[in-house]
């Protein structure tokens, strides 16, 4: 469905200017954040969506425009991530405003951020002459050795331990960096596009166009992807155990995702009130056990459809 909403609210001429000025300051505040960088998409996806992609475009250009004044300095890295959340954030508004179904709107945002990844990782490879993966490691490496001065317990057996345990796993975390970039990506975006439908609604929010996302379940064929990823940790390879473990960290983002949609599904049954979905949402996305417990919801929903009986009725 490509319309283009109708029902979007109609705000004063007046505090355009004001609006397109706090979104675009907005926009750079929030990748400075660091803890709430991951918003960064936000604004460009409430100009767009809220003021159509002619006018809303000043947004997006405008935090562009100054983030590259202040991250230029900093290097390509820091600006090249800034700019791809920032495009990411006008596709997600143009999403939204042209109903697209929300993995549509995630999909094509995520591809986005990995076409210009893929990009970056194809200069550094060619820049380094083929050895972006040593000198990634290194740098890790690196890394790793400040955080532990930073704590001041360098020397002690423990820390000694713990540091050389960090060090070993440097290869495995290096060979996982396509899975955790791309689950990542799409939780970044998925996460855009919920606050983006939450804050930029029409005036009829209950509209039979609007998509529930509780009732959103992903391909029931992504079930045998998963299964072929579990099977690869049987092959006596390192190669292949990767591929396996980046395969089954995005699989899992995305059963994740259909986990959360059979919560969000029974709090909207019950009527929870708003601190209890705060509390139990807090609890799901920053307890690892939970996340887990969530994505095997989501796995299992593919088999025992959890939400089948409740639709129906």
């Known amino acids: 469905m490509n319309e283009t909403r109708q029902d979007l609210p109609v705000r004063p001429a007046g505090g355009e200017i004001k609006e397109f000025m706090i979104l675009t300051v907005l926009t750079v505040g929030l990748f400075l954040s660091g ?7 936000a604004p460009a996806a409430f100009a767009i969506a ?20 202040i ?26 405003l042209q109903m697209w179904p929300a993995p549509k709107t995630v999909g094509i945002s995520t591809l986005l951020a990995l076409g210009g990844a893929a990009s970056f990782v194809f200069a550094a490879y060619l820049m380094t002459k083929g050895q972006i993966v040593p000198l990634f490691e290194h740098y890790l490496r690196g890394q790793i050795g400040q955080a532990v001065k930073l704590l001041g317990a360098a020397g002690s057996a423990r820390t000694e331990e713990i540091k050389k345990g960090l060090l070993e796993m440097v290869p495995q975390v290096v060979g996982m960096l396509p899975g955790i970039f791309i689950s990542s990506t799409l939780m970044v975006s998925w996460a855009n596009l919920l606050l983006c439908r939450r804050y930029c609604r029409g005036v009829a929010p209950d509209d039979d166009r609007q998509e529930r996302l509780c009732l959103w379940k992903s391909p029931e064929h992504l079930v045998w992807v998963a299964i072929a990823a579990g099977l690869m940790f ?20 995305v059963y994740f995702f259909q986990g959360l949609a059979v919560v969000a599904f029974y709090f909207e049954k019950w009527r929870a009130p708003i601190f209890v979905k705060g509390f139990i949402c ?22 025992f459809d959890f939400r089948k009986r409740d639709k129906q009725a």
């Open 35 to 41: 803890l709430f960088a991951f918003l960064t998409p």
């Open 282 to 303: 807090a609890v799901l996305l920053l307890e690892g056990t939970s996340r887990i417990a969530v994505a095997a919801m989501g796995l299992f929903d593919v088999w």
């Open 50 to 69: 809220r003021r159509g992609a002619g006018r809303g475009w000043v947004v997006p250009a405008g935090a562009a425009l100054l983030g590259s004044l």
């Open 234 to 253: 049987l092959v006596p390879s390192r190669a292949v155990n990767l591929l396996g473990s980046n395969v089954m960290l995005v699989i899992g983002t």
């Open 71 to 96: 991250f230029y300095p900093l290097g390509p890295f820091e600006l090249g991530i800034y700019l791809l959340l920032i495009a990411m954030g006008v596709l997600i508004g143009r999403g939204f």
